[in-house]
C-alpha cells in the first residue's frame, strides 16, 4: 500500500541527451545531481507519509478495514507500478533525445499511446476484479478494487507526463508533483475513509470504499494538475513512429512485470 509513483533514475536523461560539448557536459551532470538529490528527498518525503498514512487509516478503519484495503492496494499497485515504470522511462527516453524544442512535439506523439494503454489495463482490471476477489479470498473488496481501476486509467496517462520532466531534466517540478501526489493520495485515502466509515453514511459501502474513492479523485486532480504543468505541444507528425516505440516500450513493461 505504500508504493508510489516511482520516478526513474534521473541519470537516464543524461545518458540518453544527445552528444554536447565539455562544457555543457559539466552543466548537465550538475543539473543531473542537483536533480538526484531532489528527486531522493521527494521519495524520502513519501516514505515518512506513508508511515502517517498506515497510522491514520488503521485508526480510521479499524484492523478488519485495514486489512481489507490494504489487499485492494496491493493488487492495484502491483497492476499500475509496472505501466508507471515503462511509461516514465519511455517518455523519458524520447524527450531526452530530441531537441527542446521539438520535445513537446515528441510527447504529444507518444502521450496518446499510453493513455490507450491505460484504457485497456484499467479495463481488464474493473473486468476481472471478481475474479481476483475470489482468488485472493476476499470477495468483498471487488467494489475497491472496481473503483481503483479508475486509477489505473488517471496513473496511466499521468506517468508519461512526469517522464516528459525527467526527459528534460525538470527535476524540481518532478519532485514537486512527486511530492503532491503522495499528499494528495494520502488526504484523499484518509478523508473518504472517515467520509464513508465514521461519518455514518447508511449505503452498501463503507470506510474501504470511500478511502478507494478518494484515491480516485486525488490521482484525478493530480492528472489535471500535471496536464497544465507539463506541455503536450502541437498536433505534429514528429516524433516516432507508433511501431517503433511499441518495440522500445513493450520488453521494458514485460520486464516491470
Avoid at 4 to 26: D, K, L, Q, R
Avoid at 119 to 140: M, W
Wanted: a positive charge; glycine letters at 12%; aromatic letters at 8%.
Amino acid at each position: 500500500p505504500e508504493q508510489s509513483v516511482a520516478s526513474p533514475n534521473p541519470v537516464v536523461a543524461t545518458i540518453a541527451a544527445p552528444e554536447v560539448s565539455a562544457g555543457n557536459a559539466a552543466v548537465t551532470a550538475r543539473t543531473a545531481g542537483r536533480g538526484g538529490l531532489v528527486v531522493s528527498l521527494a521519495k524520502m518525503y513519501f516514505i515518512g507519509v506513508g508511515l502517517v498514512q498506515q497510522v491514520a487509516l488503521k485508526a480510521a478503519l479499524g484492523l478488519d478495514g485495514y486489512g481489507a484495503l490494504s489487499s485492494v492496494l496491493a493488487a492495484a499497485s502491483i497492476t499500475y507500478n509496472p505501466l508507471v515504470t515503462a511509461s516514465l522511462q519511455g517518455v523519458s527516453h524520447v524527450v531526452a533525445t530530441r531537441e527542446e524544442n521539438d520535445a513537446a512535439d515528441g510527447l504529444r506523439r507518444v502521450w496518446p499511446i499510453h493513455l490507450a494503454i491505460a484504457l485497456l489495463v484499467a479495463g481488464a482490471f474493473f473486468a476481472l476484479a471478481p475474479l481476483v476477489g475470489r482468488l485472493t479470498g476476499a470477495p468483498h473488496v471487488v467494489p475497491g478494487l472496481r473503483l481503483l481501476s479508475f486509477v489505473m486509467l488517471t496513473y496511466g496517462a499521468y506517468a508519461p507526463l512526469v517522464g516528459a520532466l525527467n526527459g528534460r531534466a525538470r527535476f524540481v517540478r518532478q519532485a514537486g508533483l512527486d511530492v503532491l501526489a503522495a499528499t494528495l493520495r494520502t488526504c484523499g485515502l484518509i478523508g473518504g475513509a472517515l467520509w464513508l466509515g465514521r461519518a455514518g453514511f447508511s449505503g452498501e459501502w463503507n470506510g474501504v470504499e470511500g478511502a478507494a474513492l478518494g484515491f480516485v479523485l486525488s490521482s484525478t486532480l493530480v492528472l489535471g494538475i500535471a496536464l497544465y504543468a507539463v506541455r503536450l505541444g502541437a498536433r505534429k507528425s514528429e516524433g516516432p513512429h507508433t511501431r517503433v516505440y511499441l518495440g522500445y516500450l513493450l520488453p521494458i513493461l514485460l520486464g516491470q512485470v
